[in-house]
């Protein structure tokens, strides 16, 4: 039986399990819309890819990641809980050698990582504006009529991209409704609104950070051959696109996930049969003191797991 490290990344978008082997080869993945329920997803992609290994990969190591990391960790017998900057730098690092900058683009946030000699020095994220994520993009493709597989493709027949206002994502919607009003193509608009989240991204989260190449880029965004294009032209320097690009921070965790427990010997995995299981998660005030913590409650099944929210630590991931 071959050993693999499960890692799983959940946003609010989007969700993704995978399985690599020792050699940190991709043995199977699995992508998943959240769609609101991270618990419900998770269960529905443990199984799928329970299916596709189909008891020839003994899990050792499980990794999670993503904004609902510390839920999902509880859900699946989490051995490594980790932000996404190391998840995703750890994954870049194994897949491009020498790799000083990362672009990343996710479901509702960007990010800018900067490594140099293996070690992240600096990064910044844009969690206040919609503009430049994957869901804006999401967003203006289905307002369009156009699947979002497509994007791309639409950006690349350009000829004359419209100027667009892209430093917010209102105003970006509302000059591409009133260059459709003017006659101008799709694709025009497209392309122009590609450069707009271009120049949003590095004036914002990339202001004041030194690019240097290599520069990867990752993230289900990066699919956008469009975009890809335009950082290319506003940066003077090819982009790495990793063959995992739109996995990568599932990757990451099961790497940390395989460097835990090859030192532990043991894993806290739950195992690929877990859409049975009953997870709720309910809260109460606590009345100790006048900060008048919520306090979140986690059960499984009937059973009350987990405790957090605190700001004293009286309550504070306690296990029950």
Known sequence: ????????????????????????????????????????????????????????????????????????????????????????????????????????????????????????????????????????????????????????????????PVRIAGRCAVFAESDMIHKQQLGYNTEDIIAGLCEALTRNYLNNVGKGK??????VFQGGVAANQGLVNAFERELGMKLIIPKDYGVMGAIGAAMLAQNITRKTKKTAFKGFAIQDIEFKTTSFECKGCANACEVLQFYENENLVARWGDRCGKWEMQTV
């Open 1 to 160: 039986m071959k050993v693999g490290y499960l890692g799983v990344d959940v946003g609010s978008v989007s969700t993704n399990l995978v399985v690599i082997n020792e050699e940190g080869q991709l043995l199977a993945s699995e992508y998943l819309r959240t769609n609101g329920k991270p618990i419900q997803t998770v269960q529905e992609g443990l199984y799928l890819v329970g299916q596709k290994i189909d008891r020839e990969v003994e899990i050792k190591g499980v990794g999670t990641t993503g904004s609902a990391r510390y839920l999902i960790s509880l859900i699946i017998g989490a051995d490594v809980v980790k932000n996404e900057i190391t998840a995703h730098a750890v994954a870049a690092n194994s897949a491009v050698e020498g790799v000083q900058t990362i672009i990343e683009i996710g479901g509702q946030d960007s990010k800018i990582i900067i490594l140099r000699d293996g070690v992240v020095t600096d990064f910044a994220m844009n969690t206040v504006c919609a503009a430049g994520t994957g869901s804006f993009l999401d967003q203006q493709a289905s307002r369009l009529c156009i699947p979002i597989e497509d994007f791309g493709a639409y950006a690349m027949k350009s000829k004359n």
């Open 210 to 215: 030194e690019i240097l190449a290599p520069v």
